[in-house]
């Protein structure tokens, strides 16, 4: 209870002190250069100039401090020793190009890359399609995209149950199993089964990210021109053809955002690692290995920020892409 | 003509069908664990949730009596009494692990030296001896039982009291709620800024807000933990608080950006020459029409910072006290692997909220993605 008004009074504060700030600057701005009298031109003009970085000063601050400061830190870091005290130089990253479980990270994760952005895609392409066409479309829309809203945790739980093993001969409680179970298979430990638990894994981000697809993917659908559909379909063009040849090609740029969405998501996966396999049987990933080496154990900050710049690395590429798609679009 | 239409008419068909394998798909998983959630925790270790509504199938042992608990009966030595709990009806038993349902109810199964028993349906048992019974242990009677399907919000009392979901739950809601609203104030005046104010680095610092979309949270942790340790902030709310406040403004400021944008030009021009000062378009022009966009963005936020583990992880402590649901989900999944009606309860305390909300508030989370904004953890 003590916290809740703790957080209560912070709400209360931070909002007071929020406008505060911007009502107070303004005023401040304004009496010392007052719209009015003998330089009131030149002054509004001043009052201008300054006025913007009253508005976005927090926001600065806060970026710079929250964001931009850690990844320049990290890289600091990651030339350093475990405790950050001896510079090391490249150490770091020649001891990642030599570690089995590095290796193994990076493999899993090109292997997540390849799959779960072009899964997810894929099913949301077909749910939009399918959806789009039917009296109960928004329903099923919103049960597929109800994962979205169900934390990595909780799917975790929820996938972990679906993989759920018994001993051969018990009852199988795990719905994969069950199956399995039922088509004369032996029962699996879906989760230790080398190379393949990664796909387990991959299921449940999958899972969750099909409905941002589906969602993003039938608005683009809707909103190809009528004329373009319905000149087709005169030319004879039958269901398939105007699926991939017509309505696909025009939405090529959606599925490009998708795509690349989902991507910095994968590469960022933790949660579901950390909770299902936690890295064990081959299912490392780079933020999960992050985390074990910075706090697990005996932490390590420099070997551990060495992984965080990899995935950043990583990331780049997409982050130029999507600066240069946004300058394009504000001209 | 009549071809197109049926071809039309089977394909209505086939994409009906196409969605309903898809709902089905992706709700069964979610929809299993809730109906575990309300089962007993014998049956669901002895059946599928799938078969939550059938009788369930056990089988088991008990002892019966030793020869503490004999009688004699004329020529008889006996042993009697019952093997069943409540609820149970006994559908077959046996005297050997090797065959464990070898008799009926009712049946008398005449074992070595003379002995004989006999499980009546209720439960009743009957073992006869010509001689005295001498064991320190009674001997075993295998069972197979059938219990009537049996729900129970008693998981759900379990986990909120003893298993510290409640205080989770309250934890939960101190990071949430600041941590959402405190952002879109902070964000709504950037925005205004880059979108209606004319200053020389506007067109950068619009790039660098894209940029930092997709900064990886990993890279923050370390350093901000230490900055927080430095300035005397510690591990607490306080340090969570702004941490989400940071990692929540690009995404803010780009959403509150592309709308605010988009607003038209004419009102905010008209209110400057009739003499409104920024502050005043903000407040009276900007805010109250910008309300689907700060929606949109507060359900991203809410539904992140709810769902978030590894922030909540390394900025708060790490005792049973001060964790997070998403938290105590983790140390349940670590400490108590098998248990799934505790596992299934507390699931689904933590994804209730997250699921109202979603449900209520659809609408502006789909307006909110369509804006072209995204972010993952």
Known sequence: MEQLLFAGGTIVAGVFGCVAWFWGSNWVLDGLYPPRGVDAGRNILRANMIRPWLFIGPAVLFLSLYLVYPVVNSAWRSLLDADSRAFVGLDNYRWLMGDVKFRESIFNNMLWLLVVPAASTFFGLLAAQVTDRIRWGNAAKSFIFMPMAISFVGAGVIWKFIYDYRAEGQEQIGLLNAIWTSLGHPPETWLTLPFWNNFFLMAVLIWIQTGFAM????????????????????????????????????????????????????????????????????????ANLMYDWMFRGAPDYGRGSAIAIVIMALVTPIMIWNIRNARREML | ??????????????????????????????????????????????????RASMSSEATSFVRAGTAADQAQEGELWVTAGNVLTEGQNLSAWGTN???????????????KDGQALSVAEDGTYRLTSPTEFTDQRGMRIFLTTTAPPKFTTGNYARVIGAEGLGQAFINTFTVTIPATIIPILIAAFAAYALAWMEFPGRALLIAGVVGLLVVPLQLALIPLLKFH????????????????????????????????????????????????????????IILPLSFPALASFAIFQFLWVWNDLLVATVFLGNRKEQLVMTGVLRELLGSRGGDWEILAASAFISIAVPLIVFFAMQKYLVRGLLAGSVKGG
């Open chain 1, 215 to 286: 969602v993003i993917l039938s608005a683009a659908l809707r909103g190809i021109p009528e004329e373009t559909i319905e000149a087709a379909i005169l030319d004879g063009a039958n269901p398939w053809q105007l699926f991939f040849k017509i309505k696909v090609p025009q939405i090529w740029g959606t599925i490009a955002v998708v795509w690349t969405t989902i991507t910095i998501v994968v590469l960022k996966v933790f949660d579901i690692v950390f909770v299902m396999t936690n890295g064990q049987w081959g299912t490392q990933v780079l």
């Open chain 2, 1 to 50: 003509m009549s071809a197109i239409a049926g071809t039309k008419a089977r394909l209505v068909w086939v994409v009906n069908l196409a969605a309903l394998a898809l709902v089905l798909l992706w709700t069964i998983p979610t929809f299993g664990l809730l109906v575990s959630s309300f089962r007993d925790r014998d049956q669901i270790a002895n059946s599928g949730w799938w």
């Open chain 2, 97 to 111: 692990s090797r065959d464990p349902a070898a008799y009926a109810p009712g049946d008398v199964a005449e074992l």
């Open chain 2, 229 to 284: 340790n430095e300035i005397g902030l510690g591990k607490g709310y306080m340090g969570i608080w702004l941490a989400h406040t940071g990692f929540g403004l690009p995404l803010a400021i780009y959403l509150l950006r592309n709308y605010m944008v988009g607003l038209p030009r004419e009102i905010i021009e008209s209110a400057r020459v009739d003499g409104a000062t920024e502050f005043q378009i903000f407040r009276r």
